[in-house]
């Protein structure tokens, strides 16, 4: 299949003098694609909206537009087995600065209607420095299984900016921004995302969706945003789905400084004292591809925003325990998959290692000498075989890093909040076969071919359909299961094996391992700097 295989029967939406032109897919699905929704002036300056109304001319919506630009990844060439069938979106080009768009799926007797469907908006992870809401995304398979279960729905994918163009602030941006008579808002690719989602608001009724029931889902460093935007001071949708969102301890205000002042210094074009006009210059000048190669790839992380977040006082705490949610979150449900951490451990082959060597790593990542011999206890390091020990590793990275942020969301009161496991596994040839692993279930939420088509594993169809399910009742207003908080039971999503279960012994890792506040960070920076090794 090849790009011209995207194009359907014609369809159109007109906002304003701006002629949107889509087409139906062959599975009966209008898409609208690659709508511009905001525009970037400079590099790490505030985006622009773009109103409909105010364009004229026409639209080419059967083309993706352009992703943000970004390095490979490498995880997911290694599970490429789950996205055949679909158009790999590295087929997509890059711009830095036209990047902002998104893509709309819908009935094709919405469009133009009046029916109000609820709306559901991906935003995709990546490490905040990879991926796009494009075409591995694609929401073809997801409207088309809604409408026969007649749930229907409108599908929004969204880009927003990666790695330094996205993520990198610094004192010198925030008087920028303050002098252009604009907040100084820290995380850019944050304040996409917040821009994409108000035109949605503006904008998806031309397209039959109702602006006033969005719900936003995404995983990772999109669990995260969805977890950002629905703890933010602007109301943007009224549920969020968190997925494999990880436990982030922002930066210090110091640290993203120091941050910027080494990637102004790697430039070796202006020195420590430059005026900050030239400092910005200098990073500006350069191409994408030499300001990743001076950071080495390494990602730039979200900055801790009093603009966003309220408050004037800077916390490294993680954005699960940043205040309540507000009045006009509706419902949550959040989850991880079993084997969260086996998809780092396999790339950095960790999983080749000995007993021995797994104890001294704990040892390194966690200082305090007590603690570290309670997490080898914890987690069955110190006894059994080699491939215990790094089974225990990959446990006690996966509960710190990603499966601590969705049991505390789960925990709370003030909203519905469910919470549920994905442990189908990977049955592909590959180096993660036998894990239900970090990204992997990427593939099922969007149910793309090779994991719910017609030559799908049953197994596989069969945990598609039960996380369908959940998305679905959800966006359409309905808790899928019961609170965690009511018996803390958690759903899991294993094909026939599907359903709810207690967790019994790894939340109680979990509680130990938090049960003060000291343990409980030295528990997530130990699990960071497992992550981080290598």
Same mark, same amino acid.
């Not at 409909?52 to 639209?59: D, F, I, S, Y």
């Not at 950002?228 to 436990?247: Q, W, Y």
């Given at each position: 299949?090849?790009?011209?295989?995207?194009?359907?029967?014609?369809?159109?939406?007109?906002?304003?003098?701006?002629?949107?032109?889509?087409?139906?897919?062959?599975?009966?699905?209008?898409?609208?694609?690659?709508?511009?929704?905001?525009?970037?002036?400079?590099?790490?300056?505030?985006?622009?909206?773009?109103?409909?109304?105010?364009?004229?001319?026409?639209?080419?919506?059967?083309?993706?537009?352009?992703?943000?630009?970004?390095?490979?990844?490498?995880?997911?060439?290694?599970?490429?087995?789950?996205?055949?069938?679909?158009?790999?979106?590295?087929?997509?080009?890059?711009?830095?600065?036209?990047?902002?768009?998104?893509?709309?799926?819908?009935?094709?007797?919405?469009?133009?209607?009046? %029916?109000?469907?609820?709306?559901?908006?991906?935003?995709?992870?990546?490490?905040?420095?990879?991926?796009?809401?494009?075409?591995?995304?694609?929401?073809?398979?997801?409207?088309?299984?809604?409408?026969?279960?007649?749930?229907?729905?409108?599908?929004?994918?969204?880009?927003?900016?990666?790695?330094?163009?996205?993520?990198?602030?610094?004192?010198?941006?925030?008087?920028?921004?303050?002098?252009?008579?604009?907040?100084?808002?820290?995380?850019?690719?944050?304040?996409?995302?917040?821009?994409?989602?108000?035109?949605?608001?503006?904008?998806?009724?031309?397209?039959?969706?109702?602006?006033?029931?969005?719900?936003?889902?995404?995983?990772?460093?999109?669990?995260?945003?969805?977890?950002?935007?629905?703890?933010?001071?602007?109301?943007?949708?009224?549920?969020?789905?968190?997925?494999?969102?990880?436990?982030?301890?922002?930066?210090?205000?110091?640290?993203? %400084?120091?941050?910027?002042?080494?990637?102004?210094?790697?430039?070796?074009?202006?020195?420590?004292?430059?005026?900050?006009?030239?400092?910005?210059?200098?990073?500006?000048?350069?191409?994408?591809?030499?300001?990743?190669?001076?950071?080495?790839?390494?990602?730039?992380?979200?900055?801790?925003?009093?603009?966003?977040?309220?408050?004037?006082?800077?916390?490294?705490?993680?954005?699960?325990?940043?205040?309540?949610?507000?009045?006009?979150?509706?419902?949550?449900?959040?989850?991880?998959?079993?084997?969260?951490?086996?998809?780092?451990?396999?790339?950095?082959?960790?999983?080749?290692?000995?007993?021995?060597?797994?104890?001294?790593?704990?040892?390194?990542?966690?200082?305090?000498?007590?603690?570290?011999?309670?997490?080898?206890?914890?987690?069955?390091?110190?006894?059994?075989?080699?491939?215990?020990?790094?089974?225990?590793?990959?446990?006690?990275?996966?509960?710190?890093?990603?499966?601590?942020?969705?049991?505390?969301?789960?925990?709370?009161?003030?909203?519905?909040?469910?919470?549920?496991?994905?442990?189908?596994?990977?049955?592909?040839?590959?180096?993660?076969?036998?894990?239900?692993?970090?990204?992997?279930?990427?593939?099922?939420?969007?149910?793309?071919?090779?994991?719910?088509?017609?030559?799908?594993?049953?197994?596989?169809?069969?945990?598609?359909?039960?996380?369908?399910?959940?998305?679905?009742?959800?966006?359409?207003?309905?808790?899928?299961?019961?609170?965690?908080?009511?018996?803390?039971?958690?759903?899991?999503?294993?094909?026939?094996?599907?359903?709810?279960?207690?967790?019994?012994?790894?939340?109680?890792?979990?509680?130990?391992?938090?049960?003060?506040?000291?343990?409980?960070?030295?528990?997530?920076?130990?699990?960071?700097?497992?992550?981080?090794?290598?």
């Amino acid at each position: 299949m090849d790009m011209d295989g995207l194009v359907g029967n014609p369809t159109s939406v007109t906002i304003g003098s701006l002629d949107i032109r889509g087409f139906i897919s062959p599975h009966r699905v209008a898409n609208f694609l690659g709508i511009p929704y905001a525009e970037i002036p400079a590099r790490f300056r505030q985006a622009k909206p773009l109103k409909p109304e105010t364009l004229q001319g026409v639209h080419d919506g059967t083309k993706y537009g352009p992703r943000c630009p970004q390095p490979l990844d490498h995880p997911k060439v290694l599970r490429a087995h789950l996205y055949e069938g679909v158009i790999p979106s590295e087929s997509i080009p890059c711009s830095e600065f036209r990047c902002l768009n998104l893509n709309v799926f819908a009935p094709p007797e919405a469009v133009g209607s009046q %029916q109000r469907l609820p709306v559901y908006v991906w935003i995709h992870g990546g490490g905040w420095k990879t991926g796009d809401g494009g075409l591995e995304y694609d929401g073809n398979f997801l409207v088309e299984h809604a409408i026969n279960a007649e749930k229907p729905m409108v599908y929004v994918g969204i880009n927003y900016r990666l790695g330094y163009c996205g993520w990198l602030t610094s004192q010198e941006l925030t008087d920028e921004a303050l002098r252009a008579g604009e907040k100084p808002f820290r995380n850019m690719g944050l304040l996409d995302q917040r821009l994409a989602l108000q035109w949605v608001q503006e904008n998806i009724g031309y397209f039959g969706g109702d602006p006033d029931n969005v719900t936003i889902a995404g995983e990772s460093a999109g669990g995260w945003s969805v977890l950002a935007h629905l703890r933010s001071n602007i109301p943007v949708c009224k549920r969020g789905i968190i997925m494999s969102c990880p436990s982030h301890r922002f930066p210090t205000t110091q640290d993203s %400084q120091a941050t910027f002042d080494r990637l102004v210094a790697s430039t070796g074009v202006v020195g420590p004292d430059a005026p900050a006009t030239e400092k910005l210059a200098a990073l500006r000048d350069m191409a994408f591809e030499q300001l990743d190669e001076l950071t080495g790839g390494k990602p730039v992380l979200p900055a801790w925003d009093p603009e966003w977040f309220g408050g004037d006082i800077d916390t490294d705490e993680p954005t699960e325990c940043v205040g309540e949610f507000p009045r006009w979150v509706e419902a949550i449900v959040t989850g991880f998959t079993r084997d969260e951490f086996s998809v780092f451990g396999i790339v950095k082959n960790l999983h080749t290692w000995s007993k021995e060597k797994v104890k001294a790593t704990i040892s390194q990542v966690i200082p305090d000498p007590d603690f570290a011999q309670e997490i080898c206890a914890a987690y069955g390091i110190d006894r059994g075989t080699d491939k215990d020990a790094i089974a225990g590793m990959f446990d006690f990275a996966s509960d710190s890093v990603f499966n601590i942020a969705a049991i505390k969301l789960g925990q709370v009161r003030t909203i519905p909040a469910s919470t549920y496991r994905f442990d189908q596994i990977d049955h592909g040839d590959c180096p993660y076969q036998g894990y239900a692993y970090h990204g992997q279930d990427n593939a099922w939420s969007p149910r793309l071919p090779a994991v719910a088509g017609p030559t799908a594993l049953p197994e596989y169809k069969a945990t598609a359909d039960h996380q369908s399910q959940m998305i679905l009742d959800l966006v359409h207003g309905q808790q899928p299961w019961e609170t965690f908080a009511t018996g803390r039971r958690i759903m899991r999503f294993d094909g026939e094996k599907s359903g709810l279960f207690e967790w019994s012994d790894g939340l109680a890792r979990i509680d130990q391992m938090t049960a003060t506040k000291e343990k409980e960070v030295m528990f997530q920076r130990g699990g960071w700097a497992l992550m981080n090794l290598g």
